[in-house]
T-cell receptor, first 113, second 113 residues
Framework: NAGVTQTPKFRILKIGQSMTLQCTQDMNHNYMYWYRQDPGMGLKLIYYSVGAGITDKGEVPNGYNVSRSTTEDFPLRLELAAPSQTSVYFC????????????FGPGTRLTVT | LAKTTQPISMDSYEGQEVNITCSHNNIATNDYITWYQQFPSQGPRFIIQGYKTKVTNEVASLFIPADRKSSTLSLPRVSLSDTAVYYCLVGDLIYNQGGKLIFGQGTELSVKP
């Protein structure tokens, strides 16, 4: 199993550009999450999904959109990138049954200039 | 989701036992306590989870007193590779549809030779 994979690993965007961060998991997990982590800070939840076709906002959803058309994929869309979105983005998945064990991907380091 | 308070940083030496305490005064009846470890430039990794008394696995122990208002993560005989940030999280597994976690700033553990 590859676990949770994320692409790209690094990206530099200009202000106002858009992009999609890809996330795929091969563990057949129902729950998936997107977090962002600013330097020296803890992770903040952007969006999450409890299954295909179901998504909900986390703590910091503004400026982002998600979709979940399959169990495996949970892409995060940034529209009109702003410098405040410079961060490391982590995708995670969980089985959703009886545990808070989440499996994290390697992260995408995004810089908006 | 209950708020948690942990020390910002701790220092230790190789071979010592390290205890990191987390306060969660507003923990609710259905809340579980979970700890994660994060190395630089990586996503967090699940360490241990518990509800009350003591839980032990191959890497750590979790001590939870009867009132559950605090918990202590114990790392036996730490090595340099245990240098990381450790997060304490509290959440309701039963009614928290989506398994959402709120990460605080964590405790930065530095292990010295």
């Amino acid at each position: 199993n590859a676990g949770v994979t994320q692409t790209p690993k690094f990206r530099i965007l200009k202000i106002g550009q858009s992009m999609t961060l890809q996330c795929t998991q091969d563990m057949n997990h129902n729950y998936m999450y997107w977090y962002r982590q600013d330097p020296g800070m803890g992770l903040k939840l952007i969006y999450y999904s409890v299954g295909a076709g179901i998504t909900d906002k986390g703590e910091v959803p503004n400026g982002y959109n998600v979709s979940r058309s399959t169990t495996e994929d949970f892409p995060l869309r940034l529209e009109l990138a702003a410098p405040s979105q410079t961060s490391v983005y982590f995708c995670a998945s969980a089985s959703g049954t009886g545990s808070y064990e989440q499996y994290f991907g390697p992260g995408t380091r995004l810089t908006v200039t | 989701l209950a708020k948690t308070t942990q020390p910002i940083s701790m220092d230790s030496y190789e071979g010592q036992e390290v205890n990191i305490t987390c306060s969660h005064n507003n923990i609710a009846t259905n809340d579980y306590i979970t700890w994660y470890q994060q190395f630089p430039s990586q996503g967090p990794r699940f360490i241990i989870q518990g509800y009350k008394t003591k839980v032990t696995n191959e890497v750590a122990s979790l001590f939870i007193p009867a009132d559950r208002k605090s918990s202590t993560l114990s790392l036996p005989r730490v090595s340099l590779s245990d240098t990381a940030v450790y997060y304490c999280l509290v959440g309701d597994l039963i009614y928290n549809q989506g398994g959402k976690l709120i990460f605080g700033q964590g405790t930065e553990l530095s292990v010295k030779p």
